[in-house]
C-alpha cells in the first residue's frame, strides 16, 4: 500500500466552485490533481465514495496554498492528511480518474 501527503481544497472565483485534490506522490515532483464539483464536499465527509476527474498538475505550492490567487479566485484547504492507494505511487501518475473517500482522517484512493 501507498501512502502520500495530499490536500482537498475548494476552488471559488474561478469558473464554478469546484473541489481539487493535490496528491503528492513522491515529494519532489508536481501535484497530481484531480477534480469534482464542490457540492460533493458533503458527500465525502460522510464517507461516500467520490469521483475526481484528472486535471494538470499544479506546482507544488498547491499543497499548502490557501486564500486568494492572483486572477485565479481563492483557495480554502478543506482536507489535509495522507492518501493511501493499494496502487504503487508511480501509477497513481497515470490515472486519468480516481475514486475516493474520507475514512477515519485519512483519503482513501
Partial sequence: MSEFPCTLSLHEGFGEPHLDLFLDIDGNSRLITFGTVASYWDLLQSGSKITFQRKK??????????????NKGRLRILFRGFAKTDSKSEEVSGWMELTATIKDGTMML
Fill in 57 to 70: 498538475d499544479h506546482r507544488r505550492i498547491y499543497l499548502d496554498l490557501e486564500g486568494e490567487i492572483e
